[in-house]
């Protein structure tokens, strides 16, 4: 609704900028405008330093809603921003929720990571025939694995060799798929009592040409949503403060003795183990167990995901960002 506003005003604008399919950043807008904004998938961090350099205007990224290091320059701004609230409502949110737990987790990999690869190895080797899953090697890229480079920490690396030996020729189908996008009318929502999001992006703690920051975030897709609106509870693997974003805009995840600590840890790697100690405790309970430590939440989180309220708290949330943007 804010474009509107954006009328008479030398601006280009790009809302959900796309990678190049090499996964390489996209051609950069002609020179000539004022001010450039734009979104982008993944956050597509540090293509905003690339436009304004190419350019020579000034850029206001909208970037992910927690801003924890200071990133802006004197021709980069970047902006707080959410679009969760109209990404969710456009989820298919129809199918019937037919609750019946026979696993203790489930993991959806499409595209293997870093983050993906060590977490389906870790539910494989730990919890084995109590995970329901899906392993898919589309889009494969050397660079999303760091070309197999080994991190130095022993639980994550440990693994990575793991999926390396054991399923780096491997596709699993998950059964029973209804096979529509963006569904959750399947065994990873209605058979499971945890899902593991594998999100589209994990890296939070960065350090590039010997400069520490923290990434804005979290970058959260239809994996979590699926969650929301099945009622299904689950471990996100993704960035840091991922549930507490969540928890900002009004979710709640009591989730009895599992430790979701790791949330607030931004190291990429440290996270990760955190991770894997929580697939550890896993082994602790029944599938019926972890599906009542988290019932009261997953209902919750379903009634606040329909509800006018999380649309509103986004709003609220976008309005500063909103205002600067009319206001230029």
């Not at 008479?8 to 000539?32: A, F, H, M, Q, V």
């Not at 021709?75 to 037919?98: C, E, F, G, S």
């Not at 730990?126 to 898919?136: E, F, K, P």
């Not at 990429?268 to 599906?291: F, H």
């Amino acid at each position: 609704p804010w474009i509107a506003g954006l009328k008479n005003k030398n601006i280009w604008l790009s809302l959900s900028t796309r990678w190049n399919e090499d996964g390489s950043y996209p051609s950069c807008p002609p020179p000539g405008c004022e001010y450039y904004i734009f979104t982008g998938d993944s956050l597509m961090f540090q293509f905003a330093e690339r436009v304004a350099q190419e350019t020579g205007g000034k850029v206001l990224y909208l970037t992910g809603p927690l801003i924890s290091s200071d990133l802006s320059t004197d021709q980069v701004t970047y902006l707080p921003y959410t679009a969760d609230h109209r990404r969710i409502k456009r989820m298919p949110a129809t199918w019937p929720i037919n609750k019946d737990i026979k696993y203790k987790a489930s993991a959806l990999t499409n595209r293997i990571s870093q983050s993906k690869v060590i977490v389906f190895s870790a539910l494989k080797t730990l919890l084995g025939d109590d995970v329901v899953y899906s392993l898919n090697h589309a889009h494969a890229k050397l660079k999303d694995v760091h070309h197999w480079e080994m991190t130095g920490n022993p639980g994550c690396d440990a693994h990575s060799k793991n999926f390396i030996e054991n399923w780096m020729d491997k596709n699993i189908r998950l059964e029973n798929d209804d096979g529509v996008e963006g569904s959750y009318n399947n065994p990873a929502y209605q058979n499971s009592a945890l899902n593991f999001t594998q999100e589209s992006y994990h890296y939070s703690y960065m350090i590039t040409n010997g400069k520490h920051y923290i990434e804005p975030g979290p970058f959260l897709t239809e994996k979590t949503w699926k969650c929301l609106l099945s009622r299904t509870a689950f471990i996100a693997v993704g960035q840091y403060q991922s549930y507490a974003w969540l928890k900002q805009m009004g979710f709640d995840f009591d989730y009895g003795p599992l430790d979701l600590g790791f949330d607030q840890d931004p190291g990429n790697i440290t996270r990760l183990e955190k991770i894997i100690k929580v697939i550890e405790s896993l082994q602790n309970y029944t599938a019926q167990d972890l599906y009542q430590f988290t019932l009261e939440s997953c209902e919750k989180n379903y009634d606040h995901a329909m509800s006018q309220d999380h649309w509103t708290r986004c709003e609220e949330f976008n309005l500063a960002t909103v205002n600067t943007l009319i206001n230029l």
